[in-house]
């Protein structure tokens, strides 16, 4: 299957290629160019089969053409070594669906994982540094985690997460530099966007390139995002085999709180390939460009406001490219099928205080944006469920602070923090990034 640029302007790409490119040469975002619906027959017998049965079917719409199916299916059962449970809240039909039981405790371990694998099947040389491909990942904390941990142990892959220099929390931190392998962590001195600065110097020269294999693990990686999807048949499924009605007469839900839109974007190729979802609800925070767009027609990016739910800081949705690509640019189709919602940091503690006086469920942030779109979205005869994107402990200062509780860090996270701390000093000169690199 070939992929083609949201922007209109670049050529048709393999998969290989906008696996390793990532971004388009117009800067736009790959798409693939056909989107499979999936038989019936899947649909009918898909509450016995296992997540990664499931998950398996969904890949090979998206890349059975490209990868052969042992590869395929090897791949993605790697990825899916964890649980991804339904969690009841509410007797009203209201489910969380914990995406936060992966490696790194939030939802970007699926993506990351399955990448990291696509990317070694297309570079299977592999081997010593200099046939490695080579990820280079700025991070201000969570994305270079996910990114770390997905690639940990991947043949023929080395990866390089640049972090500012006494920016990252300290949990945060231990999650990139105590891992080893084929994980190198850069302290560099400086901020985010220096870090960022480097790695986007190292990308455009040649020299570099010349000598080493450099790719980037981004969030719009076609091989990062579509794996996504897999996580609402999989709800789909619990879903007909726990609720009591007739499936004909119910109506399901699903709400998701959303920074770049990926992981939303994912659920919508999803309901194309024919998952019955009636409905879905993007769970903004005071982030509310997407929202304000569905109010008005008029997509106005601007700079991100800091949140409690800080993974969802967003000014300008990367994916919302791609959300307008699948429905023809037209508004009026984009709100047929999605609603919004946005809230303040105050209303967010609110609904984490609410919802564990009512229920006993401790959301993080992130899932209480969800949580709550969806208790105040939810129509007589719905079913749904919000992702849960986040375990609690990763946010604990902040849980701890607004429930007055004392969340449980799980012992993953706790193995974590036991680790000794490597990592390599950086200026935050290119010269000296770039000497470093050729060293290698
Ligand atoms: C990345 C992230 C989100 C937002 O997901 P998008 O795909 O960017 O919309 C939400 N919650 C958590 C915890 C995240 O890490």
């Not at 992966?102 to 081997?127: E, N």
């Not at 931190?173 to 392998?181: I, K, N, P, S």
Request: charged residues 20%.
């Amino acid at each position: 299957m070939l992929y083609y640029s949201t922007n209109g302007k670049a050529p048709l790409a393999t998969l290989e290629k906008a696996v390793v490119k990532g971004l388009a040469e117009d800067k736009g975002l790959y798409m693939p160019e056909r989107i499979k619906p999936l038989p019936k027959e899947f649909f009918d017998n898909i509450q016995d089969m296992t997540l990664q049965e499931i998950a398996y079917q969904v890949a090979d719409c998206f890349f059975g053409e490209d990868v052969d199916a042992e590869s395929l299916r090897r791949i993605v059962y790697d990825t899916l070594s964890f649980d991804i449970p339904l969690v009841k809240i509410s007797s009203r039909g209201l489910y969380s669906l914990e995406l936060f039981h992966g490696p790194t405790l939030a939802f970007k371990d699926v993506g990351a994982r399955f990448m990291a694998r696509l990317l070694s099947y297309f570079s299977p040389q592999g081997g010593g540094q200099n046939g490695a491909v080579n990820v280079l990942v700025a991070t201000s904390g969570d994305t270079g985690s996910a990114v770390a941990n997905g690639f940990l142990g991947v043949e023929g892959i080395h990866v390089y997460v640049l972090y500012p220099k006494g920016k990252v929390s300290p949990i945060q931190e231990c999650q990139f530099t105590t891992l080893g392998q084929n994980i190198t962590a850069i302290e560099v001195d400086g901020v985010f966007d220096d870090c960022q600065a480097l790695v986007k110097s190292a990308f455009m020269d040649e020299e570099l390139n010349a000598h080493m294999k450099l790719t980037s693990a981004n969030s719009i990686n076609v091989a990062r995002f579509l794996p996504q999807s897999f996580y609402y048949f999989w709800a789909y499924a619990q879903l007909k085999q726990i609720v009591n009605c007739k499936l004909s007469n119910c109506k399901f839900v699903c709400c998701v709180p959303s920074g770049n839109f990926g992981n939303i974007c994912s659920a919508l190729f999803g309901k194309r390939m024919g998952l019955p979802i009636d409905r879905f609800i993007a769970a903004n925070n005071a982030n509310d460009i997407f929202y304000n767009y569905l109010q008005t027609g008029q997509y106005n990016p601007k700079p991100s406001v800091q949140t409690i739910a800080n993974a969802m800081d967003v000014g300008a949705p990367s994916n919302f490219a791609r959300i307008l690509d699948l429905y023809g640019k037209s508004h009026k189709a984009i709100c047929n099928d999605i609603s919004g919602a946005t809230y303040t940091d105050e209303q967010i503690a609110e609904t984490m205080r609410q919802c564990l006086a009512e229920t006993g469920y401790q959301l993080d942030p992130h899932g209480a944006c969800g949580y709550r779109a969806l208790q105040e979205g939810l129509r007589e005869g719905e079913v749904g469920f919000f992702l849960e994107t986040a375990h609690p402990a990763k946010f604990k200062q902040t849980v701890d602070g607004i429930c007055g509780g004392d969340v449980a860090i799980p012992e993953r996270l706790q193995a974590f923090m036991k680790g000794a701390k490597q990592s390599v000093p950086m200026s935050k000169e290119f010269a000296d990034f770039k000497a470093f690199l050729l060293r290698k």
